[in-house]
T-cell receptor, first 112, second 113 residues
Framework: DQQVKQNSPSLSVQEGRISILNCDYT??????FLWYKKYPAEGPTFLIS?????DKNEDGRFTVFLNKSAKHLSLHIVPSQPGDSAVYFC???????????FGQGTRLTINP | KAGVTQTPRYLIKTRGQQVTLSCSPI?????VSWYQQTPGQGLQFLFE???????NKGNFPGRFSGRQFSNSRSEMNVSTLELGDSALYLC????????????FGQGTRLTVV
């Protein structure tokens, strides 16, 4: 039972444009969400997080949107840069669970 | 400030052996979690420790165990290694563990032959 889903295995975006990565979840108990960027054979790098009491959080070029009614979150990267090419994971947790549940990841490729 | 440090980075073991992996969290962080990443299963939660106590455990066999020391450093042990245990093992540290940012180490790549 996959509680966190990233339905797009890959995404290709032109440099300078907006990249939008999507994530859906099924467990309504999740109340904290995170996005990570990962290169092969390395650990995930934390990008941005959002609590369920908010619907938007921004940090520089990264913005995360949360739609609780749709159980959907998205990560916007503006403008996209070649260094953004990596696999992006969304993760979710809830109070008392003491663990992160990860999606399967989306490979983002930024084309010059 | 130093990040999460995992040692060793790479390890090759034979089936049936046991292995111990180490993780030093970010200074001040009291929660350490372990995850296994494989191509087929993605990132799977193994267990989480806070102040030397295991608070949660994932759906892995008893061959996988861990512990945390008073300085928050953590170790995980896998006994009677199987080929399927080949994976990238990742450690994450956070201040409180629950609903706070978690930062990952570089991982230990374990290959079982």
């Amino acid at each position: 039972d996959q509680q966190v889903k990233q339905n797009s295995p890959s995404l290709s975006v032109q440099e300078g444009r907006i990249s939008i990565l999507n994530c859906d979840y099924t467990n309504s108990m999740f109340d904290y969400f995170l996005w990570y960027k990962k290169y092969p054979a390395e650990g995930p790098t934390f990008l941005i997080s959002i609590s369920s009491i908010k619907d938007k959080n921004e940090d520089g070029r990264f913005t995360v949107f949360l739609n609780k009614s749709a159980k959907h979150l998205s990560l916007h990267i503006v403008p996209s840069q070649p260094g953004d090419s990596a696999v992006y994971f969304c993760a979710a947790s809830f109070q008392g669970a003491q663990k992160l549940v990860f999606g399967q990841g989306t490979r983002l490729t930024i084309n010059p | 400030k130093a990040g999460v440090t995992q040692t060793p980075r790479y390890l090759i073991k034979t089936r049936g052996q046991q292995v111990t992996l180490s993780c030093s969290p970010i200074s001040g962080h009291r929660s350490v979690s372990w995850y296994q990443q494989t191509p087929g299963q993605g990132l799977q939660f193994l267990f989480e420790y806070f102040s030397e106590t295991q608070r949660n455990k994932g759906n892995f066999p008893g061959r996988f165990s861990g512990r945390q020391f008073s300085n928050s450093r953590s170790e995980m042990n896998v006994s009677t290694l199987e080929l399927g245990d080949s994976a990238l093992y990742l450690c994450a540290s956070s201040y409180l563990g629950v609903n706070t940012e978690a930062f990952f180490g570089q991982g230990t790549r374990l290959t079982v032959v």
